[in-house]
């Protein structure tokens, strides 16, 4: 999560850095690399609610989860 721009996740433990990835951009990499390796772990943490603006972070990772769901789901 943190590694996501603070425009689309300002909720994390430590003070966003602007320039990270959209959540486009998080969800091209997750199915590129579902796409290249088998996949048999997958974490998302460092969510803060207190920090967090609108649920911005709350719906990128919900949105991450089911990104990781239907790379999973693909990998049969």
């Known amino acids: 999560m943190d590694?996501?721009?603070?425009q689309v996740a300002p909720?994390?433990?430590f003070d966003p850095v602007p320039g990270g990835l959209?959540?486009?951009d998080m969800e091209e990499a997750?199915?590129?690399v579902f796409a290249r390796f088998r996949?048999?772990?997958?974490?998302?943490?460092v969510y803060n609610p207190e920090?967090?603006?609108?649920?911005?972070?709350?719906r990128a990772g919900l949105r991450i989860i089911?990104?990781?769901?239907?790379a999973v789901r693909?990998?049969?």
């Open 3 to 6: 590694s996501l721009d603070p």
């Open 39 to 45: 996949i048999r772990a997958a974490t998302l943490s």
């Open 74 to 76: 693909e990998m049969g």
């Open 11 to 13: 909720g994390v433990v």
């Open 22 to 24: 959209s959540v486009e």
């Open 66 to 70: 089911e990104v990781l769901a239907e």
């Open 51 to 58: 920090r967090d603006q609108y649920d911005k972070t709350l």
């Open 30 to 32: 997750i199915r590129s």
